[in-house]
């Protein structure tokens, strides 16, 4: 069965840092998401991961692939107050997707 | 284009009563997913389903749940006489899986809040 543990699940940061959040899965898959969620809103898409040694960045967002540790790593850099929101990995298995649990992500000035 | 629709935003029920929620998908996509996320947890896969068929439905309760996506209008999940565990948001995702691409991702809409008193 896949499993997709995310860590750590609850973040608080101040501007400026840097932190990276680390989704591990338990089962072979070359593809994963990670997703963002403001509170009572759905999920945005943030970056799709499609090889071994995938890299994406999108603003202070970076994230990365490794399939053989079957770890993907979202990378924040110098963090502001409006990257707080829950942040979620999944990967995708045989046509279904998996979830990690969300770090809940709190930007502090 | 617009993005992948659900209705109601918010449903409140009383127990041993039904629920319906209805999920619209993008344009041009045939590939609907629906997701459970119970409080302070991820979000859970529950069924996903084609046109006029279930392709996967691993994570559907063996009760009181059915779903379906017709031919013509939106997927519906549907749960009979909920109970209060039912309680919980429920996310629908389309996608447009076109043979050959690995690119297609899930676009997710913005969920139905489903209360049971």
């Known amino acids: 069965e896949l499993k997709v543990e995310q860590n750590p699940l609850f973040l608080s940061m101040q501007e400026g840092k840097n932190y990276t959040i680390y989704c591990n899965y338990s089962?072979?898959?070359?593809?994963l998401y990670w997703y963002r969620q403001d509170p009572g809103k759905s999920l945005e898409s943030l970056f799709v991961?499609?090889?071994?040694?995938a890299v994406k960045q999108e603003g202070r967002l970076m994230a990365s692939l490794d399939t053989k540790a079957r770890l993907s790593t979202l990378h924040i850099t110098a963090a502001v107050h409006d990257l707080s929101a829950t942040y979620f990995c999944?990967?995708?298995?045989?046509?279904?997707?998996?979830f990690g649990a969300g770090t809940r992500l709190t930007v502090k000035p | 284009n617009a993005g992948v629709m659900q209705n109601p935003r918010h449903l409140v029920r009383r127990r041993g009563q039904e629920a319906r929620l209805r999920c619209s998908p993008m344009?041009?996509?045939?590939?609907v997913y629906w997701y459970r996320q119970l409080p302070e947890e991820g979000l859970k896969f529950m069924v996903y389903?084609?046109?006029?068929?279930?392709?996967?439905e691993s994570g559907m309760p063996k009760e009181r749940f059915s779903a379906e996506f017709p031919k013509e209008g939106p997927s519906i999940l549907r749960i009979q006489q909920v109970v209060r565990g039912d309680s919980a948001a429920y996310f629908c995702?389309?996608?447009?899986?076109?043979?050959?691409?690995?690119?297609?991702?899930?676009?997710f809409g913005p969920g139905t809040r489903l209360t049971v008193l």
């Open positions: 995702a389309s996608s447009p899986r076109s043979s050959g691409v690995s690119t297609d991702t899930q676009y």
């Open positions: 089962t072979t898959s070359d593809r």
């Open positions: 991961l499609l090889s071994n040694g």
């Open positions: 999944a990967v995708d298995l045989n046509n279904d997707m998996r």
């Open positions: 344009k041009g996509h045939s590939h």
């Open positions: 389903l084609q046109k006029e068929n279930i392709i996967d």
